[in-house]
């Protein structure tokens, strides 16, 4: 007969397991913890935190990045970096705020992967991939009227793109049956300045839309 294999030859399905974990929260907070415990993405050995997300949850408006980096990672928080400090910036420019308690001047902010990439790496398509049911589940319990999607990573996991942010920018789509506008990361804005006017034309067409609902 043969030999059954030693236990830790036997992978489990860490994306079913993902996917039933996410199924069974109820909550925000539950689907926090059930993040944390997490163990099917080695993204998690190597980062300090689990950085779940930021604002408030009653917000029309949710933002989806793609990775924390190191700033983010020692914080716990999303955002929290110089891209962060632009990111207030630009929505402040429209009367969005991750600090207000009013659901029409708020924003929820999460990312595709919890924790931080080695040399703040995008995260990888597999990686995004395992936690793709805790990001559909995120949406769904924190109901937003409209999504932003920011940079390339949301947008290959959630819509399958292919192009890449600068030709999607400014194009809306569809995410669990939510408006999602595509909009460049303001780390790559940082890295090209001269793109600001292309963002600020996104975030008045956000805003007109933010209006709307």
């Known amino acids: 007969a043969t030999a059954a294999p030693p236990l830790h030859a036997v992978q489990p399905d860490h994306l079913g397991v993902a996917a039933e974990l996410a199924a069974q929260c109820t909550t ?18 190597g980062a300090r935190n689990t950085v779940f997300c930021d604002g408030n949850p009653a917000a029309d408006l949710m933002i989806i990045g793609e990775a924390p980096g190191r700033d983010e990672d020692s914080a716990g928080r999303p955002f929290v970096g110089a891209s962060g400090q632009l990111l ?8 969005i705020s991750r600090t207000s308690t009013d659901a029409k001047t708020a924003c929820y ?11 703040n790496r995008d995260p990888s398509a597999d990686e995004a991939a395992m936690m793709l049911p805790f990001l559909h589940r995120h949406i769904a319990l924190a109901a937003p009227k409209l999504i932003v999607l920011l940079g390339n990573v ?9 192009m890449g942010i600068t030709k999607l920018r400014g194009q809306w789509a569809e995410v669990e049956g939510r408006p999602a506008l595509h909009m460049l990361h303001p780390a790559g804005l940082l890295r ?14 956000l805003r007109a839309r933010l209006d709307e609902v």
């Open 28 to 45: 925000l907070d539950e689907l926090r913890v059930a993040v944390e415990a997490f163990e099917g993405c080695a993204l998690k050995k």
């Open 88 to 95: 207030d910036k630009m929505f402040a420019a429209i009367g």
């Open 109 to 119: 902010i999460t990312n595709v992967v919890p924790w931080r990439p080695p040399q």
């Open 154 to 162: 949301p947008a290959r996991a959630l819509l399958g793109a292919t």
């Open 192 to 205: 090209n300045p001269i793109n600001k006017r292309m963002a600020w034309a996104d975030l008045q067409a």
